[in-house]
């Protein structure tokens, strides 16, 4: 007789079904309730907390901007007495000297640019660029050339105003670069916004740093700088007699010139600086990625050997059951699966071949890259040294001759306060 099979287990009523169903149902609802809840008070808080962060922000911004314009107000004051003192100082110092010195520093000026565009001739490779600083120094020396043949006259000495009206200007130029950057600064902060890369936590950012004046110092410092240039100034004008415009503007030019040269090397210094970094950065995210690179064709050929073995495993099971006798010779699911073991098997170290030859020619090309890099590294060394050795030549033009010692070694042309031990290593040996 058939027997009709029951699942085992434990059977519910149906009175039972239906309360754990209205369970799940009522605890469904209050949850969404609870959750619907929760959320509008998020939504409440958010917008709150938004608004009053943007307003914040925007009176914070404001009152940046203020300050930028009372700073600003305050540091073309004073860009007008270094303008007016500048004048002095220069007015002075055309009646201080003689036209045989101003003649003999115009000899210097002209030395010091030829040994420049020499010393820079030395540039290897790519770097032998026609640069503003090479093009500055062709226009120094056709400047320093038309200056040296209208300079004609003496000049008398007020050697002791010069030093007041020096100090005076040193005070103004201190007090005017120090509002440049503070409005710089303020610029800064005004520029920044919350999608700002370079904003993050500072360590006790609200704290009131040592010497911090009020603006009621502040005010006073500033009017007392400018009272005192335009003292220096009025004393200045009194020993002042006669002026020769030739002369004046000879200087102007030639100062001028030799500001705007310095600058051109100060940046292009800057630039290979940085063009220098780049590539040791460069060089050692290369030189980690060829170390990453070869740990990884290593795992990889340890990886294809394991395959190997395993496959050799597999090929030698499929031959020993090749021995079963009679009917035991038959096709059986271990032989499929001994067969589709080393198809997958064989596929594997296929593919694990072909990426381990992807990666050694990968691996090839960063040591050729690498190569470029070094080479380029050399270069700019050489460039940097070559530009440094040049600033220190020019130094002759703002240091007696008599007290000028050079800081920069003329044959090995390494400095020390710009090359390390290992770049000048790397110097020599290239």
């Not at 005010?219 to 007392?224: A, F, G, L, N």
């Not at 597999?314 to 090749?322: G, M, V």
């Not at 030859?357 to 090309?365: G, K, T, V």
Request: net charge negative.
């Amino acid at each position: 007789m058939a027997t009709l099979s029951v699942k085992p287990g434990q059977r519910y009523t149906l009175p039972d079904w239906r309360t754990h169903f209205d369970l799940i149902a009522t605890n469904a609802e209050r949850q969404r309730l609870a959750s619907h809840q929760i959320r509008q008070e998020g939504r409440v808080l958010r917008n709150e907390t938004n608004n009053q962060t943007k307003w914040d922000e925007y009176d914070n911004r404001t009152r940046l901007l203020e300050r930028i314009e009372v700073v600003n107000r305050a540091k073309e004051t004073l860009d007008k007495c270094l303008t007016d003192i500048d004048t002095e100082i220069y007015a002075l110092t055309q009646m201080k000297e003689e036209a045989e010195r101003a003649l003999q520093a115009k000899n210097l000026q002209l030395d010091v640019a030829i040994e420049n565009l020499t010393l820079r001739e030395s540039r290897r490779d790519i770097d032998v660029v026609k640069d503003p600083v090479e093009e500055e120094l062709h226009k120094e020396v056709e400047v320093i050339d038309a200056t040296t043949k209208d300079l004609q006259q003496k000049v008398s000495e007020a050697f002791e105003q010069l030093c007041l009206l020096q100090e005076a200007r040193q005070q103004l130029n201190f007090a005017h670069r120090g509002k440049t950057e503070a409005v710089e600064i303020d610029r800064t902060c005004v520029s920044l916004n919350i999608n700002s890369p370079n904003i993050s936590y500072k360590v006790n950012p609200t704290r009131v740093p040592i010497g911090t004046l009020t603006p009621e110092e502040w005010d006073q410092i500033t009017q007392y700088n400018k009272d005192r240039a335009e003292a220096e100034m009025k004393a200045a004008s009194d020993l002042r007699e006669a002026m020769a415009l030739t002369i004046a503007q000879t200087e102007n030019e030639l100062e001028a010139q030799r500001v705007a040269t310095e600058f051109a090397f100060r940046k292009r210094l800057h630039e290979v600086e940085q063009a220098l970094d780049e590539l040791r950065w460069q060089e050692k995210n290369t030189l980690e990625e060829i170390a990453e690179m070869e740990e990884d064709i290593r795992r990889l050929e340890d990886d294809i050997r394991a395959k190997v073995v395993n496959l050799k495993l597999a090929h030698t099971r499929l031959e020993t059951r090749t021995y079963r006798s009679n009917t035991e010779l038959c096709r059986d699911q271990a032989q499929h699966g001994l067969t589709d073991e080393v198809h997958q098997l064989e596929g594997t170290i296929a593919c694990l071949n072909q990426k381990l030859a992807q990666l050694q020619d990968a691996l090839d090309a960063l040591y050729k890259h690498l190569d470029r890099i070094q080479a380029n590294i050399v270069y700019k060394l050489n460039s940097l040294t070559l530009d440094n050795k040049c600033m220190d030549v020019r130094r002759k033009l703002t240091i007696p001759a008599e007290k000028f010692v050079p800081e920069v070694d003329t044959f090995n042309r390494t400095t020390n306060r710009t090359l390390s031990p290992l770049k000048c290593r790397q110097l020599e040996l290239a």
